[in-house]
Nanobody, 126 residues
Framework: QVQLVESGGGLVQAGGSLRLSCEAS????????MGWFRQAPGKEREFVGA????????YYADSVKGRFTISRDNAKNTVYLQMNSLKPEDTAAYYC???????????????????WGQGTQVTVSS
């Protein structure tokens, strides 16, 4: 059973930084794409970014491009989301997710991800 556990959320002032972590278990971590999504109150869950299984390709939503960076450490079964220059509109619950099979492309829609973490809250004050 694949399990994903996020950590690192919290309260930060606008302009600040946070690093989220997502530790995976239950299968060979390094074979799978890992994605990050977020959901603000009253809004749909949205794609933030994703990273290829090897870590050499990343994609980001336009809203976070240039401010957020995804990386992974396959030896530690962990993917990271470094968030810099945070804005109040980045306030949301952040989720990591992964597909149920190895993919040669990086999916960017919710339905292409099968396993989800429980989420970690990020609150950015103005």
């Amino acid at each position: 059973q694949v399990q994903l556990v996020e950590s690192g959320g919290g309260l930060v002032q606008a302009g600040g930084s946070l690093r989220l972590s997502c530790e995976a278990s239950g299968r060979t971590f390094g074979n799978y794409v890992m994605g990050w999504f977020r959901q603000a109150p009253g809004k749909e869950r949205e794609f933030v970014g994703a990273i290829s299984w090897y870590g050499d390709i990343t994609y980001y939503a336009d809203s976070v491009k240039g401010r957020f960076t995804i990386s992974r450490d396959n030896a530690k079964n962990t993917v990271y989301l470094q968030m810099n220059s945070l804005k109040p509109e980045d306030t949301a619950a952040y989720y990591c997710a992964t597909p149920d099979r190895p993919l040669s492309t990086i999916p960017r829609t919710l339905h292409e991800y099968d396993y989800w973490g429980q989420g970690t809250q990020v609150t950015v004050s103005s």
